[in-house]
């Protein structure tokens, strides 16, 4: 069974930095999509960046494009976000997600109906 575990959440002001993790266990495979989603109060929940484990090709949402690096650890199993120059509109739970697919489809990274596993998210909270 696949686990994710996600870490590094807080509370900020406006233009500080975080960096989030997603530990994965239980996987025998590298060919995976891991992406990370946000969802703020009374919204959906949003696509924010997505990183081919084996390629390491990455693909961002234009809100964070700029401002968010994604990068994994394959000795570790896990994948980090830098969030840099964060704002109040990037406040929300953040959560990562594994998508078992044997190939690498940017449009279909975003869509969070192509995942398959998900961690149980961290909170982030950027200030005014």
């Known amino acids: 069974q696949v686990q994710l575990v996600e870490s590094g959440g807080g509370f900020v002001q406006a233009g500080d930095s975080l960096r989030l993790s997603c530990a994965v266990s239980?996987?025998?495979?590298?060919?995976?999509?891991m992406g990370w989603f946000r969802q703020a109060p009374g919204k959906e929940r949003e696509f924010v960046v997505a990183?081919?484990?084996?390629?390491?090709?990455?693909y961002y949402a234009d809100s964070v494009k700029g401002r968010f690096t994604i990068s994994r650890d394959t000795a570790k199993n896990t994948v980090y976000v830098q969030m840099n120059s964060l704002k109040p509109e990037d406040t929300a739970v953040y959560y990562c997600?594994?998508?078992?697919?044997?190939?690498?489809?940017?449009?279909?990274?975003?869509?969070?109906?192509?995942?398959?596993?998900w961690g149980q998210g961290t909170q982030v909270t950027v200030s005014s």
């Open positions: 997600a594994v998508a078992e697919v044997g190939y690498w489809l940017p449009y279909l990274s975003a869509q969070s109906t192509s995942y398959h596993y």
């Open positions: 239980g996987r025998t495979s590298s060919r995976y999509t």
């Open positions: 990183i081919r484990w084996s390629e390491g090709m990455t």
